[in-house]
């Protein structure tokens, strides 16, 4: 490999710790993060990818550790739209593929798909130039009443 050893490479990596294709597209998928701007979730979802990887020698990482703050969720809150649909179903997928590889455990799973759960309620109701559909306030209340619970449920999980 051009460059350096393949062992630097993330997606090779990837390949030796999640031996499903599907299960490894979607991690792959991750790494990157969403195509539409949103700084908060891609600290929640990639960080935590890229995290997993570092641990196996990968040399870049975003969040090292698996609580997540307050700000960064709520900042996701604000921040999520339609076009983070799709990035919220890889995360999903890619969340569920990190702990069947036994990367990450069962709370911490849980909690990642909770709160992608109500994370993508809100999307749904919002064009990312702002446009909130009909009824938007009400979906936006219900989702932060989730996401207040979620956060009650996995106290260790958040900071």
């Known amino acids: 490999m051009p460059g350096g050893k393949a062992r630097d490479n993330p997606i090779h990596v990837l390949g030796e710790i999640i031996r499903d294709s599907d299960d490894a597209w979607f991690v792959a998928s991750m790494i990157r993060g ?4 949103a700084q908060s979730l891609k600290y929640i979802f990639t960080g935590r990818v890229r995290w997993v990887l570092t641990r196996r020698g990968v040399p870049f990482t975003v969040r090292p550790h698996p609580t997540v703050s307050v700000e ?15 990035y ?3 995360a999903r997928e890619a969340v569920r593929a990190l702990r069947n590889a036994g990367l990450i455990d069962d709370d911490e799973k849980e909690f990642l798909t ?4 109500a994370l993508s309620f809100i999307a749904a109701s919002f064009d990312c130039s702002g446009y909130a559909d009909a009824g938007a306030e009400h979906v936006m209340d219900s989702a932060i009443r989730v996401i207040n619970r979620i956060m009650d449920r996995y106290p260790h999980l958040v900071e």
């Not at 969403?34 to 701007?37: F, L």
């Not at 996701?76 to 799709?86: D, K, T």
């Open 88 to 90: 919220l179903m890889k």
């Open 34 to 37: 969403p195509d539409v701007y």
């Open 72 to 86: 960064r969720i709520a900042g996701a809150v604000v921040e999520v739209c339609r076009g983070h649909i799709h």
């Open 114 to 117: 909770d709160l992608d759960d």
